[in-house]
């Protein structure tokens, strides 16, 4: 039975019930792959995800049945983590030449499906080359063109042999986009290419540090992403600190040294004067963002439904969540880099607007989410939330009303899950005792 009625009369009532964190029952499936060989698709997923990625890879395996490989880099760089502080570094590159910047352009994905995003992210192939971080500039001519390459402005002609034919499985991980195979690389030659001019400024200047460069270069309108590369080569900070930085942690870096630095100016700016309802929906994920005329805080509650890329055998919604007050938080999020993702694209517009506000963003990944494509699709799906037209309500238990209706997850369990919305119903305020004089 629904609960959402019971529960809207109580938050407006100011008697919610507390209620443990638990998890919503969903639809049982037990099918195996085997069984199903992509045909009869008893997962629940719209597609067959491993089909998904099987004709993927058909349709490129023949160009990569080489030794040699001459192509376009959008420009693309990969830096990985693995045996940290000696990691494996090279560019990303497709077997085509042209224009291939969009294959590496995450700001410009939206409305891409995941079919296309597949596509064009497994041509991509990740040449690699054994390096210390701290080889930044000793690394060798191989090293030193992948740190070029990753400040370039546009696509640059690469041609680079193996020791190998490119192999191995294809990259799928939520916080970093989908590539394809990789191979050692035995040498490497760059066509002629130019190097972005604002990133060339920062690196040049061997006296400024990091972060002063990363915000410098997203106040002048940098894309995010195009910094979060110059940043895992190591193209930025005092020149005798520089250093690789595995392209993981590069992307949510950037995202939280940019958020942290717009959190310092939102809580300086007046409270939004009503209760805001955004809403994105992409690839079968679904976002809704809650705005509350509230000091700043933040919370991103994630539902995972059976069958989706990282609840893909459950009986049931998995929920996790991960927030912070007024003062930040001190500990890595348990999310992971969406969190810092969606706090980066919030900021950026309360800021716009010159208003501070109290945030929480519930996201429902559903089945037709078959594999993960990277933390870009949290930061842009709610960038374009954010940045498009919102419901207004005059009290939260009607925007948590409105939120009820878009979202298959009853309400009852979101509150459950998000301790900031439990802390706006139980939490007594002094304009509650105003009130009552």
């Given at each position: 039975?629904?609960?959402?009625?019971?529960?809207?009369?109580?938050?407006?009532?100011?008697?919610?019930?507390?209620?443990?964190?638990?998890?919503?029952?969903?639809?049982?499936?037990?099918?195996?792959?085997?069984?199903?060989?992509?045909?009869?698709?008893?997962?629940?997923?719209?597609?067959?995800?491993?089909?998904?990625?099987?004709?993927?890879?058909?349709?490129?395996?023949?160009?990569?049945?080489?030794?040699?490989?001459?192509?376009?880099?959008?420009?693309?760089?990969?830096?990985?983590?693995?045996?940290?502080?000696?990691?494996?570094?090279?560019?990303?590159?497709?077997?085509?030449?042209?224009?291939?910047?969009?294959?590496?352009?995450?700001?410009?994905?939206?409305?891409?499906?995941?079919?296309?995003?597949?596509?064009?992210?497994?041509?991509?192939?990740?040449?690699?080359?054994?390096?210390?971080?701290?080889?930044?500039?000793?690394?060798?001519?191989?090293?030193?063109?992948?740190?070029?390459?990753?400040?370039?402005?546009?696509?640059?002609?690469?041609?680079?042999?193996?020791?190998?034919?490119?192999?191995?499985?294809?990259?799928?991980?939520?916080?970093?986009?989908?590539?394809?195979?990789?191979?050692?690389?035995?040498?490497?030659?760059?066509?002629?290419?130019?190097?972005?001019?604002?990133?060339?400024?920062?690196?040049?200047?061997?006296?400024?540090?990091?972060?002063?460069?990363?915000?410098?270069?997203?106040?002048?309108?940098?894309?995010?992403?195009?910094?979060?590369?110059?940043?895992?080569?190591?193209?930025?900070?005092?020149?005798?600190?520089?250093?690789f930085v595995p392209t993981r942690w590069s992307i949510t870096a950037v995202d939280s040294m940019l958020s942290e630095n717009l959190m310092t100016k939102v809580k300086r700016h007046p409270l939004i004067n009503e209760f805001r309802v955004y809403e994105s929906w992409s690839l079968d994920n679904r976002f809704e963002v809650l705005m509350v005329p509230a000091a700043w805080s933040y919370?991103?509650?994630?539902?995972?439904?059976?069958?989706?890329?990282?609840?893909?055998?459950?009986?049931?919604?998995?929920?996790?969540?991960?927030?912070?007050?007024?003062?930040?938080?001190?500990?890595?999020?348990?999310?992971?880099?969406?969190?810092?993702?969606?706090?980066?694209?919030?900021?950026?517009?309360?800021?716009?607007?010159?208003?501070?506000?109290?945030?929480?963003?519930?996201?429902?990944?559903?089945?037709?989410?078959?594999?993960?494509?990277?933390?870009?699709?949290?930061?842009?799906?709610?960038?374009?939330?954010?940045?498009?037209?919102?419901?207004?309500?005059?009290?939260?238990?009607?925007?948590?009303?409105?939120?009820?209706?878009?979202?298959?997850?009853?309400?009852?369990?979101?509150?459950?899950?998000?301790?900031?919305l439990q802390d706006m119903i139980y939490q007594r305020r002094v304009d509650d005792y105003a009130r009552k004089a």
């Open positions: 039975m629904d609960e959402t009625p019971r529960l809207l009369k109580a938050v407006k009532m100011g008697s919610f019930p507390r209620l443990e964190t638990g998890r919503v029952p969903s639809s049982k499936s037990d099918a195996r792959c085997i069984l199903c060989r992509g045909t009869k698709l008893l997962c629940g997923k719209d597609r067959c995800p491993i089909m998904v990625k099987f004709y993927a890879q058909s349709r490129i395996a023949p160009k990569l049945d080489v030794l040699q490989m001459e192509g376009a880099s959008p420009p693309g760089v990969f830096v990985g983590r693995i045996g940290y502080p000696k990691v494996f570094v090279g560019p990303l590159i497709p077997p085509e030449l042209g224009d291939t910047s969009l294959m590496d352009t995450p700001e410009l994905w939206l409305g891409k499906t995941i079919d296309e995003i597949v596509d064009f992210r497994f041509q991509l192939v990740r040449g690699k080359r054994s390096v210390n971080v701290h080889d930044v500039l000793t690394g060798g001519r191989v090293v030193e063109m992948t740190r070029e390459l990753g400040m370039a402005r546009d696509p640059a002609e690469v041609d680079a042999e193996f020791t190998k034919k490119p192999s191995g499985r294809i990259l799928l991980d939520d916080e970093i986009q989908p590539f394809g195979p990789s191979a050692p690389i035995k040498s490497m030659n760059l066509g002629s290419y130019r190097l972005d001019p604002s990133i060339e400024k920062a690196h040049f200047d061997t006296d400024l540090k990091a972060m002063p460069a990363v915000l410098d270069l997203y106040h002048d309108g940098a894309y995010v992403s195009k910094i979060q590369r110059a940043l895992s080569v190591g193209a930025f900070g005092i020149e005798d600190a520089r250093r919370e991103l509650v994630e539902a995972w439904f059976p069958n989706t890329a990282w609840n893909p055998s459950g009986s049931s919604v998995a929920i996790y969540s991960s927030s912070e007050g007024f003062r930040g938080r001190t500990t890595y999020a348990e999310i992971g880099g969406c969190y810092y993702a969606a706090r980066l694209a919030t900021c950026e517009q309360l800021d716009h607007e010159r208003r501070q506000a109290a945030v929480v963003i519930l996201r429902e990944s559903h089945p037709g989410y078959i594999m993960p494509v990277g933390v870009w699709n949290v930061r842009e799906n709610v960038r374009r939330a954010v940045k498009g037209p919102y419901t207004r309500f005059n009290a939260l238990h009607e925007a948590l009303g409105f939120i009820a209706t878009r979202l298959d997850i009853d309400l009852g369990t979101w509150l459950r899950n998000s301790k900031i």
